[in-house]
């Protein structure tokens, strides 16, 4: 099997040019794949998460960029319009992307036409060397994505948008993208993006995704996963906050036969603030597995994070959320739970929040919870007039609540309350 996937992913030629002065990080990454187990379950990290239909696809990358024209324009955020970038298996999309409303000191494109003081960042924090097998994939394979930048403080006042549309267009077998985004907020600056996956058919999305937070930097990130249910998603998120910043990141995910999330935040100077959200809805036979890594590596740092599923018919959802505090974090805050609302008998979760403390004068907690409707609730509901599928529609938006709400735009919200009717 580890020849299969070495041939898929290292072996097939690139279907595309790159920058030249990508090349030595290229294949510092095929290196590293070439030299690294392949995760099955049999590795702690992936013991809960069964690969092998992933392994036993034929994967291919789209050559030509006759997907263009079959993108979707439904479903879109309407608050963005002029302000998104769209890319079709794995290409810019110049017909519904737009990026006029932006102002100066705002830099928002390609990566594959990015300025050197964005583009010097590029696989600083998903390195190959401590990366992921996933995060290599993407790395050694990427041929563009989105670069974004907001200088020395400036605020982006409209979101940015940026969407991976995929199809596999009648391929035989799969198709497969590397979707890529780098976006660094320098001291002081503030933005809001919005990272969006969907598609059709079926295909494999292998995103990496890296955020670099100056001083004083804000930023609140909205990440959506509503992938085709044929397709496998995995996303690689690593984030770097620098002193006094603050990012809030809220991940709703609703799609894929298989889906996996890794996000990496680490602190790297005092007093910033995390606040790390998800909320997946799982049904038919699913799988997702988010297994984050909140890295406190300095004092007096505070990291909040709330990780909810909602899942139904034979569904699998997986959480291992580790807080790490070093050695010399004192005055560290962190709290980390895990709450799931099982729908069927044949719904299942494994969940392990994990907190590893190396210092004396911290105020940690963890806690998870599983739990069913209420069948007193659905009861009362319906004595009230409501019938039993409004009424659990309604039970299922308040649980989701408390996630949804830190979603900024109207519209957004509005879509995922609409998938719980």
């Known amino acids: 099997m580890a020849e299969n996937v070495e041939a898929l992913f290292l072996q097939t030629p690139m279907s595309y040019s790159r920058p030249a002065d990508w090349e030595p990080l290229r294949k510092s990454a095929e290196e590293k794949i070439r030299t690294s187990p392949l995760p099955t379950s049999d590795h702690e990290d992936w013991k809960y998460l069964d690969l092998s239909p992933v392994y036993s696809q034929a994967f291919n990358q789209i050559a030509n960029d006759t997907a263009l024209s079959q993108a979707p324009v439904d479903g879109l955020v309407p608050e963005t319009a002029h302000s998104r970038l ?9 017909n519904l992307s737009d990026t006029s409303a932006l102002c100066g000191g705002i830099y928002f494109s390609r990566l594959a036409e990015t300025a050197p003081r964005v583009i010097k960042y590029l696989g600083k924090l998903a390195n190959p060397n401590s990366s992921g097998f996933f995060a290599n994939i993407n790395t050694a394979r990427f041929g563009d994505g989105a670069a974004i930048c907001v200088s020395s403080g400036q605020s982006s006042e409209i979101p940015l948008h940026v969407v991976f549309h995929s199809s596999n267009m009648g391929t035989d077998g799969q198709s497969i993208t590397f979707p890529r985004i780098l976006v660094v907020l320098e001291p002081g600056a503030q933005a809001h993006l919005i990272e969006e996956y969907c598609g059709s058919g079926n295909y494999l999305t292998n995103s990496v995704v890296e955020i670099v937070l100056g001083e004083g930097a804000n930023l609140r990130h909205d990440r959506i996963q509503r992938e085709s249910p044929g397709a496998f998603h995995f996303c690689t998120l690593c984030a770097d906050i620098a002193r006094s910043a603050s990012y809030s990141s809220t991940t709703i995910s609703a799609g894929a036969a298989i889906y996996r999330h890794d996000p990496k935040i680490k602190f790297v100077g005092e007093h910033a603030e995390l606040e790390l959200n998800g ?133 957004l919200r509005r879509n995922f309350v609409s998938i719980l009717d």
């Open 279 to 411: 909320l997946t809805l799982i049904n038919a036979a699913q799988t997702a597995d988010t297994h984050s890594l909140i890295d406190h590596t300095v004092s007096n740092c505070s990291s909040r994070q709330l990780q909810k599923y909602i899942i139904g018919d034979s569904a699998h959802g997986i959480f291992n959320g580790q807080v790490l505090v070093r050695p010399g974090a004192q005055q560290t805050s962190a709290s980390q739970s895990s709450r799931n609302l099982l729908l069927t008998e044949n719904a299942k979760i494994d969940t392990k929040p994990q907190l590893e403390i190396y210092a004396d004068d911290v105020k940690c907690g963890h806690g998870a919870a599983v739990g069913q409707l209420d069948s007193d609730e659905l009861f009362y509901l319906q004595s009230r007039g409501l019938d039993l599928n409004s009424a659990r529609s309604l039970l299922l938006a308040g649980f989701a609540a408390d996630v949804l709400n830190h979603m900024a735009l109207p519209s």
């Open 86 to 94: 769209l890319f079709t298996n794995g290409r810019l999309n110049p």
